[in-house]
């Protein structure tokens, strides 16, 4: 089968702001798709459409070949939704809140206590299972959000910003629940801010601005096109970072930014191979590192190359105002 | 769909378009439940309708029973079929205050994503609240009683006249669902609440049986008064004496107000999707 996920010429307007401006996707069967993008840019109101939250006002979107609006019913027994801001009954325990989705899934009660058991199992929450949701923190609520979308075992499941505000931890962690969806075989739509996490994670990108699709592709075609990575290197020992910097220069051609502070020596690289090239001389020096990595292009560095401006100068103050709407209005 | 995704898949079956009113009773059940569950963590949300049964029936009692009745325990059975009515509207208040904040958490957006009747998780509200309900009544009762009130019917009167009163209390908790619904924060909905609850309970023969010593057009309310027929079917089934058509107006009235105010509800319901 095809694309579980299509999506035509969706427009969505709320008053001045133009959320939506007719974003075409298409995703095939078991595989994720990255929605990278700013604040603003209208992610969430793309992936509320595709869960049936929110009707659009042109264009039109299939899940599975059933329409979102039409046949929203059917939609909705399909998929699983974890929304930027967890939807979760905060008075509850865990354990509680999956029993009363397994139930509204009409699950038979041993049934949906038998399924919330394994889904907390699986997502590391059995010791929390039966606190209150809001004494858990941060990433424990992000994966019951998960868990929670998860009861129905949909087909297709989407992932609104799902490590925007976690501790380091905590992302990884998400991610690893992220890759066993994968795995056990659904097709997933993760929103982001990170390129890094599009690329850890999904197998095509689709770059959003301004409620459009600006580019989309592989990872790996979208960094190409997003130009340079940056080499990282730090010496162990601060004293010689004149050398290391020296060697840097030497192999990439490039001055590199020396940071006194830190010992920190960057450098754009345009070849991978840099980074082989740079550990085996560090050998023959007999420089020890502390540090050595080639840093992917920043959403920021992305956005420059694909659009000619940076997410940062033109949007901050529109996406500013955007999250304080957003924030303000009843979701 | 024959494809095979995550292990034991919903089953290769068509997921259903519409849902039947069966399901939507059982969704709504279970939504109830979360309210229930909620109040069984936290049993000190319960302290207002605990306390505002106990102050209400001591100060009336103690303020009006000698101006009114000539003395207290008289009054008494006059005022607890009174306050019954009453007590059971302001218990339909803290509704709408609660749905209202509990729309701008993410729950609501969660039981949006489901396959399940839009109606249910408001039916469900409105069914679990009956815990707030069932409190005001038992305090009421119990003090009432303790402070002298006789039921002077037979046993099944007296049930029917709880009936009577949680029927009109389930139909009136949508006035409160829709000012929820309506108002654009919690504090609002309390101040809305009021405008409705007090010119209904206050205005109506709640605090004295006899009301020809109003003004003509205040006499003239409270006669059509909902609160008014639902208070004199009480004082009739709880108390004693000809009930006469106030059950048929009662009853008249609430199918009036969900007729009305359910499918306001539920557009508005929809709109702050
Ligand atoms: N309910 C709403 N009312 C008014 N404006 C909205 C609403 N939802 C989103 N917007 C606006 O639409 C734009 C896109 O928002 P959103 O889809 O949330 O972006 P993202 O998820 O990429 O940050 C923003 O400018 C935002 O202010
Ligand atoms: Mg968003």
């Known amino acids: 089968m095809g694309q579980v996920i299509r999506a035509e010429g969706l ?33 969430t109101t793309a992936v509320r459409m595709l869960a049936t939250l929110l009707r659009p006002d042109e264009g039109r979107a299939e899940i599975c070949g059933f329409d979102v609006v039409r046949e929203a019913t059917r939609v909705r027994a399909l998929i699983g939704l974890t929304g930027q801001y967890a939807s979760l009954d905060e008075e509850l325990t865990g354990r509680e809140n999956l029993v009363m989705i397994g139930r509204l899934l009409d699950l038979p009660r041993a049934e949906a206590r038998a399924r919330a058991a394994g889904l907390l199992e699986r997502f590391r929450l059995s010791d929390a299972a039966n606190r209150a949701v809001k004494t858990f923190s941060g990433g424990m609520r992000r994966r019951l959000d998960i868990a929670a979308s998860m009861i129905n075992r949909p087909r297709v499941v989407f992932l609104d910003e799902p490590t925007t505000g976690l501790d380091p931890r905590a992302r990884g962690e998400v991610w690893e629940t992220i890759q066993e969806l994968v795995r056990d075989g659904a097709t997933v739509l993760l929103t982001t801010q990170y390129l890094e996490e599009a690329d850890a994670l999904a197998d095509r990108i689709a770059v959003f601005d301004h409620g459009r699709v600006i580019a989309d592709g592989t990872p790996a075609q979208l960094k190409a096109r997003a130009g340079r990575q940056t080499l990282v290197v730090r010496a162990s020992e601060v004293f010689r970072t004149e050398q290391l910097a020296a060697i840097v220069a030497e192999l990439t051609g490039e001055r590199p930014d020396v940071r006194a502070e830190t010992g920190l020596v960057t450098a754009p690289v345009t070849d991978p191979g840099v980074l082989r090239a740079v550990v085996q001389r560090l050998d023959e020096t007999d420089l020890v590192a ?16 694909l659009t000619g401006h940076t997410t940062s100068t033109q949007t901050a103050s529109e996406a500013a105002a955007a999250q304080q709407q957003l924030e303000g209005s009843v979701r | 769909m024959t494809t095979t995704t995550m292990a034991g898949t919903v089953a290769d079956v068509l997921p259903p378009t519409r849902i039947s009113a069966r399901r939507t009773v059982r969704h709504s059940l279970t939504l109830a439940w979360r309210n229930i569950a909620q109040l069984r963590h936290s049993p000190e949300k319960l302290l207002d309708v605990t306390l505002m049964p106990l102050v209400f029936l001591t100060l009336f009692l103690y303020v009006f029973g000698g101006a009114v009745a000539g003395n207290t325990h008289a009054y008494l059975q006059q005022l607890l079929p009174g306050l019954v009515a009453q007590m ?22 969660r039981f949006r994503s489901l396959p399940i009747a839009r109606s249910a998780p408001l039916v469900g509200t409105v069914l679990g609240d009956t815990v707030r309900f069932l409190t005001v009544m038992v305090i009421l009762t119990a003090a009432g009683t303790a402070m002298g009130f006789r039921f002077g019917s037979d046993p099944l009167r007296v049930l029917a006249g709880f009936g009577l009163v949680y029927v009109f209390y389930l139909a009136f908790s949508w006035i409160s669902v829709m000012v929820g619904l309506l108002a654009p924060s919690p504090e609002t909905v309390q ?43 009480l004082r009739a089934l709880l108390v004693g004496g000809p009930v006469g058509n106030h059950v048929w107006f009662t009853l008249a009235w609430a199918i009036g107000i969900v007729t009305v105010t359910f499918p306001i509800a539920m557009v508005m319901y929809k709109r702050r999707a």
């Open chain 1, 290 to 305: 502390a540090e050595v990595a080639l840093r992917l292009p920043s959403l920021d560095e992305v956005f420059l190359s």
């Open chain 2, 88 to 109: 059971a509207m302001f218990s339909t208040m803290g509704l709408g205050t609660a749905l209202n904040e509990d729309l701008r958490k993410g729950v609501f957006d």
């Open chain 1, 11 to 43: 427009r969505k307007r709320f008053g001045e702001t133009q959320a939506l401006d007719g974003v075409d996707l298409e995703v095939a069967q078991g595989t994720v798709l990255g929605v990278l993008g700013p604040n603003g840019a209208g992610k």
């Open chain 2, 191 to 233: 101040g809305l609440a009021f405008l409705f609850v007090m010119p209904l309970t206050f205005g109506s023969s709640v605090f004295v049986a006899d009301t020809s010593t109003m003004p003509g057009w205040l006499e003239a309310w409270t006669k059509v008064n909902p609160v008014s027929h639902l208070t004199d079917s």
